[in-house]
T-cell receptor, first 116, second 110 residues
Framework: DTGVSQNPRHKITKRGQNVTFRCDPI?????LYWYRQTLGQGPEFLTY????????KSRLLSDRFSAERPKGSFSTLEIQRTEQGDSAMYLC???FGAGGATDTQYFGPGTRLTVL | QQQVKQSPQSLIVQKGGISIINCAYE??????FPWYQQFPGKGPALLIA?????SEKKEGRFTISFNKSAKQFSLHIMDSQPGDSATYFC?????????FGAGTRLTVKP
């Protein structure tokens, strides 16, 4: 068990460019989550997958954001036409669960995005 | 909408002392209350968690106290060590919709 991994760890981009982040969950975890964390704040929920199905999206996730989890394994989060306000740490978490019960989420190290 | 309120924002404790961080929540549907520890540049790491059917859970030096009627829960760190210096987040979750507090920056002085 190597834990949740995220790539890249850091990304600097210019305003208007597109960026894509990757998350590899703990193997056999069926649930995967994306969060955004700004300096001095707790993580804010963005979206959630159970296997390959995207079950929930936060209102924070504008049309410029899209997430996928093909084949229910790794996930990608793409931000199109980045804005300076997108600068944040993007965290991925995974868990194993069934039904409606809340299960323990394990976080990756995050991808820090800086939009110039 | 801030559904989980955490205090204090920062805390300084002497080595060997007790660190206490408090959280209050609004949504009575929350059924899982974890605490996460985060070091600079790292993702949050699960420290300890409780479900509302118990009032206290202890793991080593870490204890969660839970008051369902008051909708409050707290983290106690006994015998605090300099290595405990980090940011601590409480969270509350219902059906995997997890809401985090704003965090408490703990500094343990040697």
């Amino acid at each position: 068990d190597t834990g949740v991994s995220q790539n890249p760890r850091h990304k600097i981009t210019k305003r208007g460019q597109n960026v894509t982040f990757r998350c590899d969950p703990i193997s056999e975890h069926n649930r995967l989550y994306w969060y955004r964390q700004t300096l001095g704040q707790g993580p804010e929920f963005l979206t959630y997958f159970q296997n390959e199905a995207q079950l929930e999206k936060s209102r924070l996730l504008s049309d410029r954001f899209s997430a996928e989890r093909p084949k229910g394994s790794f996930s990608t989060l793409e931000i199109q036409r980045t804005e300076q306000g997108d600068s944040a740490m993007y965290l991925c978490a995974s868990s194993f669960g069934a039904g409606g019960a809340t299960d323990t989420q394990y976080f990756g190290p995050g991808t820090r995005l800086t939009v110039l | 909408q801030q559904q989980v309120k955490q205090s204090p924002q920062s805390l300084i404790v002497q080595k060997g002392g007790i660190s206490i961080i408090n959280c209050a929540y609004e949504n009575t549907a929350f059924d899982y209350f974890p605490w996460y520890q985060q070091f600079p540049g790292k993702g949050p790491a699960l420290l300890i968690a409780i479900r509302p059917d118990v009032s206290e859970k202890k793991e080593g030096r870490f204890t969660i106290s839970f008051n369902k009627s008051a909708k409050q829960f707290s983290l106690h760190i006994m015998d605090s060590q300099p290595g405990d210096s980090a940011t601590y987040f409480c969270a509350a979750s219902n059906n995997n919709d997890m809401r985090f507090g704003a965090g408490t920056r703990l500094t343990v002085k040697p």
